[in-house]
């Protein structure tokens, strides 16, 4: 070590920041390996039922089951979408990979999904848990992917509940963000409104602000879905399965073919849940006298079934 | 007045608006007037010093120009703002003070309110939004439905249960948000400049119909305004209230036979002018039939 100098300090005078680090790490892991295996379990639960359950539908049929889906939510061209995308995965022969990856951003959005809309919810309702909050979610979007995929790895390991995890942390944010916006934004009249007829703060929320707030946070649905999917192929660094592994791959054999395959599928995959969710938006902020159920395939077979009925009811309504 | 025709007494009623409302209530018992208070603390004085009392089935109209405390007044009654000092007593029971568990109840049961801005709720169809005060109290849904249904029929807006808010025009989106208070059968309507919005047309037929549904059920009635021909018009009683004071409370022929100060007066000189002109116009073709 060298002599201390004035005009360069930093030569002698450092923080052991990274020392500090690893001794932490290797605390947690030691201490607490029942904590993060309990962590563990439910996204490990959650994923390989969705992955089993992607795995084992046939192509064709989950072709058509998608198609049958995108024209109940949004109409016929949503059904051609669908078809369309899934046939090309199919045919540029990522089918598997695929659902690997659906299964993964699904299990991503489940989990934002179950933690961010209570926690935007929260937010909305306290302006200095708001003012905690938000800093954290800077960090979360803007910290590099790669910083925190090692202390993870530590962690959990490597594999696919790991690399949901780092998706979970990547995604959560713009959930969490849109679901305080859209509840802030509810307007003032409609809540002095409430408030005036008796509402409880619970009834508030869920005859009130949720129902309002719908379409703003189906948009950040539609975000975390959409990040999730590019977190996945980051987090295949770390073992993830799936296209982002595709891409990997191709990348570290310099293998253009199966890169583009990989990335190719990932932006197919990318269009269909991107226009599905959005087309998801749409609906909540749509007429809401049209009910769901008056159209696509399942209005189709209601007015086939029941067929006088159903008009009838129509009709009057 | 008796005590028994009395249904809500106002006594020394004080708002202040800012983050120390105490301190400008103690500045206000020692005197200074709202505008010292505003220099020196940035404080609001919304309502200063108002006592008054509602009697039951009248149609008590609260009039001013905008900024005149009016609207904090009407949310004062059913605590949408609480009050800084004073009581309020609705049937002898004081409002000021209730838990929350026992205003809810008041909100439900006591008091409807209809906005300016109609706040109906657009995801719900207009039966939904008439029962939505019903809803909210748990009444269960066949009977909150019938009894939506029925104020509905009493705001002729019968046949249009199943249409959205946007779908219908600002004057029958405000019948909604009166029947919206009307299902929930209360002691007093509170009605915030609830036909502001409206075109004069639709405003004078509102108030004929506000009118004939006051005969006809004896509800009281609680009517902000910044117009003096609609207070005029339906109005037993009129407060009027300047810069957060009630300088005067009476029928409208005292209020324009006896102004307290120029204030009410300017109001009635505006008023007076355009009766005049209004009678004018009436009289002609009145004077062409008589001469045939």
């Not at chain 1, 659906?102 to 926690?119: D, E, K, M, N, W």
């Not at chain 1, 409880?200 to 950040?220: C, D, E, K, N």
């Not at chain 2, 009654?77 to 205003?103: Q, V, W, Y």
Request: proline residues 4%.
């Amino acid at each position: 070590m060298s002599e201390f100098s004035l005009l360069d300090p930093f030569q002698a005078a450092t923080i052991p920041l990274g020392d500090w680090v690893t001794a932490t790490l290797n605390f947690l892991v030691h201490n607490f390996r029942e904590v993060f295996r309990a962590i563990r379990w439910p996204i490990d639960q959650v994923l390989n039922g969705i992955e089993f359950t992607l795995q084992s539908i046939p192509p064709t049929i989950g072709i058509l089951l998608s198609s049958l889906l995108g024209w109940q939510l949004a109409g016929k061209r949503m059904a051609l979408l669908c078809f369309v995308t899934l046939t090309l995965l199919g045919l540029i022969g990522v089918w598997s990979e695929s659902m690997t990856t659906l299964a993964l951003v699904l299990t991503s959005v489940f989990f934002c999904a179950v933690i961010g809309i209570p926690l935007g919810i929260v937010c909305a309702r306290s302006n200095r848990l708001e003012s905690i909050i938000r800093p954290l979610l800077d960090a979360m979007q803007t910290l590099p992917a790669f910083v925190y995929l090692v202390p993870v790895v530590m962690l959990f390991g490597i594999g696919n509940v790991p690399g949901v995890l780092v998706t979970i942390v990547f995604a959560l944010p713009p959930l969490v963000r849109l679901t305080n916006l859209g509840i802030r934004q509810v307007p003032e009249d409609k809540i002095e409104a409430a408030r005036a007829f008796g509402c409880t703060p619970r009834q508030m929320l869920t005859r009130v602000q949720l129902p309002l707030a719908t379409s703003t946070i189906m948009a950040g649905l539609n975000q975390t879905l959409m990040l999730s999917l590019s977190m996945v192929v980051i987090a295949s660094m770390i073992s993830v399965g799936g296209l982002g592994q595709m891409v990997l791959r191709g990348i570290g054999r310099l293998d253009m073919g199966l890169a583009t395959v990989g990335g190719v599928g990932l932006v197919l995959l990318a269009i269909f849940l991107d226009r599905l969710t959005q087309a998801m938006g749409a609906r909540s902020s749509a007429d809401p006298s049209l009910r769901w159920y008056h159209t696509g395939p399942v209005g189709v077979v209601l007015r086939l079934s029941g067929a006088g009925q159903a008009a009838g009811r129509r009709k009057t309504a | 007045m008796s005590h028994a025709d009395e249904i809500l007494s106002v006594n020394n009623i004080f708002k202040v608006f800012g983050p120390n409302p105490n301190m400008a209530m103690e500045m206000l018992r020692k005197g200074a007037d709202k505008n010292e208070i505003f220099s020196k603390t940035g404080h609001v004085v919304g309502v200063f010093d108002a006592s008054f009392s509602v009697k039951r089935g009248e149609i008590f109209v609260i009039m001013g120009l905008s900024g005149s405390g009016k609207s904090t007044m009407v949310r004062l009654f059913n605590r949408l703002i609480e009050p800084t000092s004073g009581s309020i007593h609705l049937n002898g029971r004081e409002i000021t003070g209730l838990s929350d568990k026992a205003l809810l109840d008041v909100r439900r049961k006591e008091m409807g309110m209809v906005f300016q801005s109609f706040a109906l709720m657009p995801h719900m169809s207009v039966l939904q939004n008439t029962a939505f005060g019903l809803e909210i109290a748990g009444v269960g849904e066949a009977e909150r439905h019938s009894r939506a249904r029925e104020a509905l029929s009493q705001v002729g807006l019968a046949g249009h249960e199943h249409s959205y808010p946007h779908q219908l025009s600002g004057g029958m989106q405000q019948r909604v948000g009166l029947a919206r208070a009307l299902a929930n059968d209360p002691t007093i309507l509170l009605m915030d400049e609830a036909f502001s919005a409206l075109d004069p047309l639709i405003r004078s037929e509102m108030q004929g119909e506000l009118m004939r549904l006051q005969a006809e059920q004896q509800r009281t009635i609680i009517f902000i305004s910044h117009d003096i021909e609609e207070a005029i018009r339906i109005g037993h009683r009129i407060a009027i209230m300047e810069g957060g004071r009630v300088v005067q409370i009476g029928t409208p022929q005292a209020l324009i036979n006896q102004p307290a100060n120029d204030y009410v007066r300017a109001f009635f000189k505006t008023f007076n002018s355009r009766c005049q002109c209004a009678s004018l116009a009436n009289s002609a073709p009145l004077q062409s039939l008589s001469r045939h």
